[in-house]
């Protein structure tokens, strides 16, 4: 995402699926924004989805000593193989450096064969919707939108993502 482009410019350009969020460092994250505008045309959008904060699933990590909730978030069978996956999270956030680690442990339970556990540990960075504005000006965007879903409803502290649409001015 940082460096990529071609000779003729797109008109859009989307980041999807919190995609941004595990690219950690600052430096990373203006390239980008940079980059996108270098590849758009004139009038040209860049749309960036990502996670709203949610301090409720962080709160723990603030306790002295911090806590970590594991919560169940995906119990999923299927009749066919009569397979179940169970899927565990945690979340700790890390406000020093505006971060989440994040634990999923999968568990597969297939009747009588046992169980499969696999573990998937990632970091992912935490923006705060000022903290997008910001980035997309500082990077030379005009602000178009900002939605806290894709039904284009108004950002609200309890939406799940935020939505954020930059232009790309028609003279630069």
């Known amino acids: 995402m ?3 482009g071609r000779s003729e410019p797109f008109d859009l350009i989307v980041i999807p699926c919190s995609s941004i969020s595990h690219v950690l460092e600052l430096r990373d994250q203006l390239a980008i924004w940079d980059r ?7 009038g040209g959008r860049f749309v960036v989805e990502t996670t709203m904060p949610n301090f409720a699933a962080y709160a723990d990590s603030f306790a002295s000593p911090p806590r970590t909730i594991v919560e169940i978030d995906r119990d999923v069978f299927d ?42 540990d ?12 910001l980035i997309f000006m500082h990077a030379g965007f005009e602000i178009e939108n900002f939605y806290g879903d894709y039904a284009r409803r108004e950002l609200r502290s309890s939406s799940r993502q935020m939505i954020m649409i930059g232009r790309k001015p028609t003279e630069i």
């Open 79 to 120: 009749k066919k193989t009569r397979t179940r996956l169970l899927r565990h999270r945690t979340v700790t956030y890390m406000p020093a450096e505006q971060r989440a680690r994040i634990r999923f442990v999968y568990e597969k339970y297939r009747g009588k064969n046992g169980v499969e556990r696999y573990i998937d």
């Open 2 to 4: 940082r460096i990529w």
């Open 36 to 42: 996108a505008l270098k590849n758009l045309s004139p």
């Open 122 to 133: 990632f970091e992912s960075h935490v923006y705060f919707p000022r903290e997008l504005q």
